[in-house]
């Protein structure tokens, strides 16, 4: 094998592990994982690299961060890669590697370079990743703070998944309840992880964000005013409609308030600045700090953070 052909073989692994049109961390992470192993043991048995239950790499959960860390990347980039098709990636690229026999024949030293070619592709990915710009705004004095949080989410649109909503609402929660410790959580922990009742418990009331409304969280709704307390569903504005209708089908539209959330933020920064006497823009900024601050807080995809020019 000449000193290039690895680093060809794991561009071409990572071409295939496209799914519609994108690489995802997990499979990043994942191949470099199966990499860092192949530098301790080359060739490699299967039994060696995957774990006895569950069919997952070694390393990929409780040991990733070392494993990254060991490769210059920040722990920030990912957590830990389980999901069923990171192993399913991981099982291609080994295969594609011959479980490391395609390295047979070389010495330890060039061994060592070739994988170092692999990871080096794997790691470019990773830091492609961790520069990506944030979400740059531009809001004029003269527009409504509705128009700046529709900008915001336009912005956001297809690659926020629901997150840039959730932690808008839990911002413009903490500054309008500032003497509350609003929860904060990553926009991919479920409800039934964290022992929610909604995204946000605040005395008898339960909130609930959501970019992209469905039956699972009306039913979640439901639920809750079953329980005596009150559900309120934020959505952006273009999908109201859609959650009154599902609200109707699931039968809890006179329990459940229905908020758009470009008017949800937009009258608390009303509100917020004519208490402070203070512009509205300023307050929008206000919240988007807190916004910033919470995102840094508890997720991993720091170009979700928000930056108004």
Same mark, same amino acid.
């Given at each position: 094998?000449?000193?290039?052909?690895?680093?060809?073989?794991?561009?071409?692994?990572?071409?295939?592990?496209?799914?519609?049109?994108? #690489?995802?961390?997990?499979? &990043?992470? #994942?191949?470099?994982? #199966?990499?860092?192993?192949?530098?301790?043991?080359?060739?490699?048995?299967?039994?060696?690299?995957?774990?006895? @239950?569950?069919? +997952?790499?070694?390393?990929?959960?409780?040991?990733?961060?070392?494993?990254?860390?060991?490769?210059?990347?920040?722990?920030?980039?990912?957590?830990?890669?389980?999901?069923?098709?990171?192993?399913?990636?991981?099982?291609?690229?080994?295969?594609?590697?011959?479980?490391?026999? &395609?390295?047979?024949?070389?010495? =330890?030293?060039?061994?060592?370079?070739?994988?170092?070619?692999?990871?080096? $592709?794997?790691?470019?990915?990773?830091?492609?990743?961790?520069?990506?710009?944030?979400?740059?705004?531009?809001?004029?004095?003269?527009?409504?703070? %509705? @128009?700046?949080?529709? !900008?915001? !989410?336009?912005?956001?649109?297809?690659? %926020?998944?629901?997150?840039?909503?959730?932690?808008?609402?839990?911002?413009?929660?903490?500054?309008?309840? =500032?003497?509350?410790?609003?929860?904060?959580?990553?926009?991919?922990?479920?409800?039934?992880?964290?022992?929610?009742?909604?995204?946000?418990?605040?005395?008898?009331?339960?909130?609930?964000?959501?970019?992209? =409304?469905?039956?699972?969280?009306?039913?979640?709704?439901?639920?809750?005013?079953?329980?005596?307390?009150?559900? /309120?569903? $934020?959505? =952006?504005?273009?999908?109201?409609?859609?959650?009154?209708?599902?609200? +109707?089908?699931?039968?809890?539209?006179?329990?459940?308030?229905?908020?758009?959330?470009?008017?949800?933020?937009?009258?608390?920064?009303? +509100?917020? %600045?004519?208490?402070?006497?203070?512009?509205?823009?300023? @307050?929008?900024?206000? /919240?988007?700090?807190?916004?910033?601050?919470?995102?840094?807080? $508890?997720?991993?995809?720091?170009? !979700?953070?928000?930056?108004?020019?």
């Amino acid at each position: 094998m000449s000193q290039t052909d690895l680093g060809n073989v794991v561009k071409s692994w990572i071409e295939s592990c496209k799914r519609k049109g994108k #690489v995802s961390r997990n499979t &990043v992470a #994942v191949g470099i994982v #199966v990499l860092d192993h192949l530098q301790g043991v080359c060739p490699i048995t299967r039994e060696e690299i995957f774990s006895e @239950t569950g069919g +997952e790499v070694r390393g990929a959960r409780s040991g990733l961060f070392a494993i990254l860390q060991r490769h210059g990347i920040p722990e920030l980039f990912l957590k830990e890669a389980t999901t069923r098709q990171a192993s399913h990636d991981a099982e291609r690229l080994l295969e594609d590697l011959e479980y490391g026999g &395609v390295l047979s024949g070389l010495s =330890p030293a060039e061994r060592g370079k070739e994988l170092e070619k692999g990871i080096e $592709v794997l790691r470019r990915r990773a830091f492609q990743w961790l520069n990506r710009q944030n979400l740059k705004i531009s809001c004029s004095s003269n527009q409504s703070p %509705s @128009t700046w949080v529709h !900008l915001i !989410l336009t912005h956001a649109e297809g690659k %926020s998944g629901g997150r840039v909503e959730q932690h808008l609402v839990g911002a413009k929660l903490q500054k309008r309840h =500032p003497r509350k410790r609003i929860p904060n959580h990553p926009g991919n922990a479920g409800d039934t992880q964290t022992g929610r009742e909604g995204d946000f418990d605040i005395d008898s009331i339960s909130y609930h964000v959501t970019a992209t =409304p469905g039956l699972s969280v009306l039913e979640k709704c439901k639920a809750n005013s079953e329980r005596n307390r009150h559900p /309120i569903l $934020v959505v =952006p504005r273009a999908r109201v409609d859609k959650a009154r209708n599902l609200a +109707e089908e699931v039968g809890i539209d006179k329990e459940l308030t229905i908020l758009a959330l470009e008017e949800f933020i937009a009258h608390n920064v009303i +509100e917020i %600045s004519v208490e402070r006497q203070t512009d509205f823009l300023s @307050t929008m900024r206000d /919240i988007v700090d807190e916004y910033n601050r919470r995102v840094a807080e $508890v997720e991993t995809d720091m170009s !979700l953070k928000i930056e108004i020019q």
